[in-house]
């Protein structure tokens, strides 16, 4: 297949599959859907930032200011759901599109599709409610592809700078789930220092965190100072949301009863296989590292655990692909050579 054919090709799925996923949003401009109380607040909040009130002082809840200002933006451009029906269009297109090129990297384009059209589609209205779940889907869907670049390129400073950039950005929007991205730099650096990193390479895998650090916290310093609610941020949001992690045992039998959860045995037993087959298996190892942090923290967001659970389909993106990965030398498939 001609290579721009290609392209077109997949941009055209990607967008095949956002256009399904946005039909049934709450946003929708032309069905008009019926919008939930967390939902219709922070709306309201938006309105008062419009309206010239000072953004953020008086709440308190699970989020931080990225989603209300990403949702007050929307106001900003005009006064109705329209601007907010394209944000969340351009959320779900780049979620579809980060998480089909991280199934390609492991199976073929054909079986890529299906795994975006899979876990995109099915229980994405569970999201919808507020906002700030989508983003947070995104940045996992994101941390994903990272991951899986390294695990078959090695270190990759502009991944880690973004990886940086979403832990930052994370934190800003909801404080629990940053520790994933902590605990998943902190592995990649364990891990690169120990297959030998060099030590400009090490500098440059540390100096990129510290980057992206910056990148991020500098305009949100900038947004405390001018609407002086930095005290309220600590304890309305990160105080809020540290406090009230909730039972790990608990929230570890919510996860275990969805039905994604049959995927993990099957990805143990492919694993297996291509170990006997004489593959490497070392970064699905890793990645089963990375959906067991994951799994922990997700467990202990006390609040929003019910919708939130659906984020756990993010992790099952490489499980799915290996499997798949097994089908494509008898149905004549190829994975695509990435070229790096």
Not at 233 to 253: A, T
């Amino acid at each position: 297949m001609d290579n721009r054919l290609k392209k077109f090709f997949e941009i055209f799925a990607v967008f095949s599959i956002t256009f399904v996923v946005m039909v049934s949003s709450s946003f929708n401009i032309w069905t008009g859907g019926t919008f939930t109380m967390v939902q219709r607040s922070i709306l309201d909040f938006a309105h008062s930032v419009r309206d010239g009130y000072s953004a953020y002082v008086e709440l308190e809840g699970h989020y931080g200011p990225v989603i209300y200002e990403l949702v007050g933006l929307g106001y900003l451009v005009k006064a109705s759901n329209t601007a907010h029906y394209l944000i969340e269009f351009v959320i779900v297109f780049f979620s579809t599109y980060f998480m089909y090129k991280t199934a390609k990297l492991y199976t073929s384009i054909q079986f890529s599709i299906g795994i975006t059209l899979i876990l995109m589609v099915f229980g994405w209205g569970d999201l919808t409610h507020a906002g700030a779940e989508q983003l947070v889907f995104f940045f996992m869907v994101a941390l994903g592809y990272h991951i899986a670049r390294q695990l078959q390129r090695g270190f990759l400073s502009y991944h880690v700078y973004l990886m940086a950039i979403e832990m930052t950005l994370m934190f800003f929007l909801q404080p629990g789930y940053a520790l994933i991205w902590v605990v998943m730099l902190a592995a990649f650096a364990v891990k690169f220092i120990r297959a030998g990193m060099e030590k400009a390479a090490c500098k440059s895998f540390f100096l990129s965190i510290i980057e992206g650090i910056v990148t991020v916290t500098v305009p949100m310093a900038l947004y405390f100072l001018y609407f002086q609610n930095a005290t309220e941020f600590f304890e309305m949001v990160v105080l809020y949301n540290y406090s009230r992690l909730g039972s790990l045992l608990e929230g570890m039998k919510v996860i275990w009863n969805m039905p994604w959860i049959i995927i993990i045995p099957i990805f143990i037993i492919v694993t297996i296989v291509k170990l006997i087959q004489g593959e490497d298996v070392k970064g699905l190892f890793f990645w089963m590292d990375y959906m067991i942090v994951a799994f922990i923290v997700i467990a202990l967001q006390g609040d929003n655990l019910a919708s939130e659970l659906v984020l756990t389909k993010a992790l099952y993106v490489v499980p799915l692909a290996s499997v798949f990965s097994l089908a494509d030398k008898r149905l004549g498939f190829q994975t695509e050579e990435r070229v790096f």
